[in-house]
Nanobody
């Protein structure tokens, strides 16, 4: 049974850092993507970062490039999102998602419609 569970959200001042974790149980081989998405109140959910576990290929939204880093621990089947230099506009509910796929374009790798299994979300609040 597939289960995606996020952790690590919280409140931080602008310029600070947080690390989110996402454990995906039920994914038994490496031909899958894991992604982080976020949704602020009144806004659409947007892709933040994703990784193709098989090749360790990573994708980032322009808004987080150079500040956020996605990584995967194969032994724990866990993906991390290290968020540095946080800004108030990073405030949102952050969701982790996973899906089996052999290959996605960079656009599809950051698109929520590409992902099948979702976590419940973890709140990130950045104060100025």
């Amino acid at each position: 049974q597939v289960q995606v569970v996020e952790s690590g959200g919280g409140s931080v001042q602008a310029g600070g850092s947080l690390r989110l974790s996402c454990a995906a149980s039920g994914y038994s081989n490496s031909s899958y993507y894991m992604g982080w998405f976020r949704q602020a109140p009144g806004q659409e959910r947007e892709g933040v970062a994703s990784i193709y576990v098989y090749s360790d290929t990573k994708y980032y939204a322009d808004s987080v490039k150079g500040r956020f880093t996605i990584s995967h621990d194969y032994t724990k089947n866990t993906v991390y999102l290290q968020m540095n230099s946080l800004k108030p506009e990073d405030t949102a509910m952050y969701y982790c998602a996973a899906t089996y796929s052999r290959w996605l374009t960079s656009t599809k790798a950051l698109a929520q419609y590409s992902y099948k299994d979702w976590g419940q979300g973890t709140q990130v609040t950045v104060s100025s």
